[in-house]
């Protein structure tokens, strides 16, 4: 069982390239979620996925898209990076944003993407 | 968006007691979640207040009061390993928003010896 896991771990873009952050779950979680930490600026969420085939908005879209083609996998996309979006990406996961009281979301390890 | 304060920085030595203060503005409140992050980790799950009152685990304790809008996160027997960052994350369940998580900036906790 190896949770939520995240790949890359490490990227350096050149501004204007693009890329895709993957991440798989293996707890059967229909909900996932991308977040960007800054520093100073806590866990802001990017979009998230209520189940296969969805996908919303969270407070950061801009420059961002993701996919949700399997219920295990939900994707990043950057189409043309910028320096502002240099950042340590997060996804995480969770059975439902209900579920048991103490249902709480299960973090990836990380992804550090700089763009120069 | 939600209004979640806390403060950025807190030192303690080994074997004392922190408090972490977190205060939330929210009209949708449906539990309040602390994490521990390590730096270049990922955030893990502490504990979690949904009713008013004392949550013990351990060498951790977490209060909340709805009323007040206002948690604590309680550490006790500190020791170096403690030194993280402790994020307070407030869950909101109004209609479109799907029981989303806001998380505060966080308070980052350095355990002297």
């Known amino acids: 069982n190896a949770g939520v896991t995240q790949t890359p771990k490490f990227r350096v873009l050149k501004t204007g390239q693009s890329m895709t952050l993957l991440c798989a779950q293996d707890m059967n979680h229909e909900y996932m979620y991308w977040y960007r930490q800054d520093p100073g600026m806590g866990l802001r969420l990017i979009h998230y996925?209520?189940?296969?085939?969805?996908?919303a908005k969270g407070e950061v879209p801009d420059g961002y898209n993701v996919s949700r083609l399997k219920k295990q996998n939900f994707l990043l996309g950057l189409e043309s990076a910028a320096p502002s979006q240099t950042s340590v990406y997060f996804c995480a996961s969770s059975y439902s944003p209900w579920g048991e009281s103490t249902d709480t979301q299960y973090f990836g390890p990380g992804t550090r993407l700089t763009v120069l | 968006g939600q209004n979640i304060d806390q403060p950025t920085e807190m030192t303690a030595t080994e074997g004392a007691i922190v408090q972490i203060n977190c205060t939330y503005q929210t009209s949708g409140f449906n539990g309040l979640f602390w994490y521990q992050q390590h730096a270049g980790e990922a955030p893990t799950f502490l504990s979690y207040n949904v009713l008013d009152g004392l949550e013990e685990k351990g060498r951790f304790s977490s209060f909340l009061s709805r009323s007040k809008g206002y948690s604590y996160l309680l550490l006790k027997e500190l020791q170096m390993k403690d030194s993280a960052s402790y994020l307070c994350?407030?869950?909101?369940?109004?209609?479109?928003?799907?029981?989303?998580?806001?998380f505060g900036r966080g308070t980052q906790l350095t355990v002297w010896p």
């Open positions: 996925s209520v189940g296969e085939g969805t996908t």
């Open positions: 994350a407030v869950r909101d369940h109004r209609g479109s928003t799907l029981g989303r998580l806001y």
